[in-house]
Nanobody, 123 residues
Framework: QVQVVESGGGLVQAGDSLRLSCAAS???????MAWFRQAPGKEREFVAG????????NIADSVKGRFTIARDYNYNTIHLQMKDLKPEDTALYLC?????????????????WGRGTQVTVSS
């Protein structure tokens, strides 16, 4: 049974930084992990993804230059480092995983999902 569990969300002010973490368990074969976010009344949006090897992560244009994604192999965890947060970054951030190559930006391509961690940025 594959499980992904997010942590690290919270309430911050505009301009602050925050780091989200996602721990994966249940399988040694996960290949790609990614972050999506969903604001109230909006569709789920791809934020960033990273392959098991860690090379060439995929970062959405909307957060490029402010968000980075990294992998911690010791703990089978990925981190989303967010800086210069804006009120429009407010959303439920969800971690997803897929046992395949590539870093697609569509939700249907991911097999496993966490429940999410809330990030709220006040102005």
């Amino acid at each position: 049974q594959v499980q992904v569990v997010e942590s690290g969300g919270g309430l911050v002010q505009a301009g602050d930084s925050l780091r989200l973490s996602c721990a994966a368990s249940g399988t040694p074969h996960l290949y790609t992990m990614a972050w999506f976010r969903q604001a109230p009344g909006k569709e789920r949006e791809f934020v960033a993804g990273i392959r098991w090897g860690g090379a060439a992560p995929n970062i959405a244009d909307s957060v490029k230059g402010r968000f980075t994604i990294a992998r911690d192999y010791n703990y089978n965890t990925i981190h989303l480092q967010m800086k210069d947060l804006k009120p429009e970054d407010t959303a439920l951030y969800l971690c997803a995983a897929r046992p395949s190559a590539g870093i697609p930006n569509t939700t249907l391509e991911y097999n496993y999902w966490g429940r999410g961690t809330q990030v709220t940025v006040s102005s």
